[in-house]
């Protein structure tokens, strides 16, 4: 930050925007589970073919919700990702901010980073501080 406070660099801010995408409810709402049918055919031929069915249709629902959890998995990281960019992205367009100021004076721009980073991380430790407190 230093140096680029010396250089009198800024920050363009090209981050895509996702304002074309519909909100809306494309999750069913939830509600009561249907009642099943008891499924009892006792020992014998029937009750092994009942069991092997039963084993593969548990097994082809078993692996379709692995790939919704997948998907939920994969969404969540774009959201964590998207918000961590965000954060650093604007903390630096506010340091960088201050470019035009420090622009050719090493000495400010020292003092510049040195409080933003402090400041940056003093948060960051602060809430790790309270949570060990409150804990």
């Known amino acids: ?54 084993w593969i249709g548990m097994t082809i629902i078993i692996f379709l919700l692995l790939i919704l959890l997948e998907a939920f998995f994969w969404i969540s990281i774009f959201i964590i990702l998207a918000m961590l960019y965000w954060v650093f992205f604007r903390a630096l367009k506010f340091v960088f901010s201050k470019s035009t100021e420090t622009k050719g004076d090493i000495g400010i721009s020292a003092i510049y980073s040195l409080t933003y980073t402090i400041l940056y991380l003093g948060w960051i430790f602060g809430i790790v501080y309270l949570t060990e407190i409150f804990r």
């Open 1 to 54: 930050m230093t140096y680029g406070l010396y250089k009198g660099i800024g920050l363009k801010d090209n981050f895509p925007k996702f304002r074309e995408f519909k909100t809306g409810d494309f999750i069913a709402q939830s509600g009561t589970a249907p009642d099943l049918p008891s499924i009892e055919v006792g020992d014998g031929i029937g009750g092994l073919i009942m069991s092997i069915l039963l």
